[in-house]
């Protein structure tokens, strides 16, 4: 291995660390504040939405800073994870009274349905690039949450009843019960998702993105990014890179998914909680925490997440700055000037370190 491939590897190696050691180091001064009652009932409250938030930020990332491909519909992925989840769990709690394995269970569920649903989606969607791959994958973001809003699945002691539409051609027993009830979705979910949950999703996340990105399969979808032309040249599957980078996206954003609706009582599939806006929310995480930067893409998620909460009792000015702190976000990260002199800060830090080890 040369110099320089070593050196790459290192930088690579301790920028990885350094991003391991920044959740994990968060998560336990959060542990201490809520412990010590330092942290308010709110900021506790927000603890789960952020790991949330930073998990599809996570897999949007891969598609848009490492495929190199726009995609406005991770909303729909993520629906699709919470509507699976907690599906299986409203199935399975009288049967397992376990609820660390009730959701784990439900993890599973969430993450290969919105694999499959990427794969499916990916086949033909990913022939398309730029602008047309975006308004076709905010379409299907869309198609998703109307499906579910129309969708009527019941269990009773004679089985299980489907009904599109009307929700009235079901007659239910008395011991029936709704697992998804049309537009009020899925009700009386266990509160399963946790802080420490989050936490673990957001390590095995990053474990899962950062090995692909430094394998062999990594260095072809980046190259698939920089030029395509040039990589199907020298005999790189375009398609199967591509595939694979949007499928495993898809499942990181079903895993938000399943944490998002297992911190709520009822999930919906309303424009709120998986619409435009959402898909839009977490793309800006994505272009503001730096495109190809999962610690950016965290830092963003948790800092945009706590400010509108934070300035809430600035009451009118509150989303004034926070747009300010948008554009002053966007500018530190994408200026030319504010790259320059990132860059001279770190010259500087590195020249110093290495005259303190010499």
Known sequence: MSKMKIRSWNKNTKNQLITFGMVIVAYLVAQLLAATGMMSSLMQGLLVPMCTYSIVAIGLNLCVGYLGELSIGHAGF?????????????????????????????????????????????????RLRGDYLAIVTLAFGEIIKNIVNVLYIAKDSSGFHFALSDGNAIAL?????????????????????????????????????????????????????????????????????????????????????????HNLSTVTATPA????????????????????????????????????????????????????????????????????WRQKIAGRVQKNTKKEAA
């Open 78 to 126: 993520m629906c699709v994870g919470a509507f699976f989840g907690a599906f299986s769990t409203k199935l399975l709690e009288d049967v397992i009274p376990n609820p660390t394995l009730l959701f784990v269970i439900a993890l599973l569920v969430g993450v290969l349905a919105a694999a499959l649903f990427g794969f499916v989606i990916g086949i033909p969607v990913l």
């Open 173 to 261: 027993s008395e011991d029936g019960m709704w697992l998804i009830n049309g537009a009020k979705g899925i009700t009386k979910i266990p509160h399963l998702s946790s802080f420490t949950a989050g936490i673990i999703i957001i390590l095995i996340s990053l474990a899962l993105v950062y090995n692909l990105v430094n394998s062999r399969s990594g260095r072809a979808i980046m190259a698939i990014r920089d030029n395509r032309i040039a990589a199907e040249s020298v005999g790189i599957n375009i398609t199967k890179y591509k595939l694979l980078a949007f499928t495993i996206s898809a499942a990181i954003a079903g895993a938000g998914g399943v944490l998002y609706a």
């Open 273 to 340: 909680n998986f619409g435009y806006n959402m898909s839009i929310m977490i793309l800006v995480f994505v272009v503001l925490g730096g495109m190809g930067s999962f610690r950016g893409s965290i830092v963003a998620a948790v800092l945009l997440t706590l400010l509108p909460e934070v300035l809430r009792g600035l009451k009118d000015y509150r989303m004034l700055i926070y747009s300010i702190v948008l554009i002053g976000m966007m500018l530190f990260h994408w200026a030319p000037k504010c790259i320059e």
